[in-house]
């Protein structure tokens, strides 16, 4: 079963330099760390997850990433990451540049509002959705723009950004290949690798 761990180990070059943006608890560095013998940086403002970073041994700074990345110089990282952090951004798309800016390649992922569960709640109960993937309150949710990977494309094509390769995670219907199929309907998270 694909996982964004896996997907994202198979875009990265041994030996490169990666920025981590929003990068939790450090455990996708940590591993690519191991796997990929990187020198990987992460940013983080959650003081716990950056507790969790330090006691893996990765590298992070507290920053909040909606103050930008000035301090970053142009093309200093081979790939900047950003995993389930964008829908929580003032300004998503300037973040995008910004990656870019700092990064040969960028990869993304976001949850895929457009899921079929996501649409059924909506649809049925009347409510916003609480699911795996999705698993906050509507008044706690870290997530301030719900878009589906095709609202993403649209953006990445008006910002001129290039889509190198793109992949689409859906759980059970991954071993159906809906998510394939549809990817707008049954794939619950979406993997973008980025070139300006």
């Given amino acids: 079963m694909k996982t964004i761990g896996s997907v994202v180990s198979g875009w990265i070059k ?22 990929h ?29 909606n103050n930008g990345l000035d301090n970053f110089a142009d093309q200093s990282f ?10 929580t951004l003032r300004y998503p798309h300037i973040a995008l540049d910004e990656m870019l800016r700092i990064g040969k390649q960028c990869i993304v992922t976001f949850p ?7 649409r059924g709640v909506l649809a049925l109960k009347g409510r916003m959705p609480v699911t795996k993937q999705l698993s906050y309150q509507w008044y706690d949710t870290p997530n301030i723009h719900f878009f589906t990977y095709k609202d993403f494309e649209i953006l990445c094509q008006q ?36 070139k300006k």
Avoid at 45 to 65: E, F, K, T, W
Avoid at 78 to 83: A, R, Y
Wanted: with cysteine; glycine share 8%; net charge negative.
């Fill in 14 to 35: 041994p030996a490169s330099r990666v920025l981590d943006l929003g990068c939790g608890d450090g455990a996708l560095l940590e591993h690519l760390s191991k796997s």
């Fill in 37 to 65: 013998n990187i020198r990987g940086y992460g940013l983080e403002i959650n003081h716990q997850s950056i507790n969790a970073c330090i006691a893996r041994g990765v590298n992070v700074i507290d920053q909040d990433l």
């Fill in 78 to 87: 081979d790939t900047v990451l950003m995993t389930q952090t964008l829908q």
């Fill in 112 to 118: 895929n509002f457009g899921h079929w569960r996501t």
């Fill in 159 to 194: 910002r001129n950004i290039s889509i190198v390769d793109k992949t689409f995670i859906g759980g059970l219907s991954s071993d159906l290949k809906l998510d394939v199929v549809w990817p707008n309907l049954f794939s619950h998270t979406a993997v973008y690798n980025l």
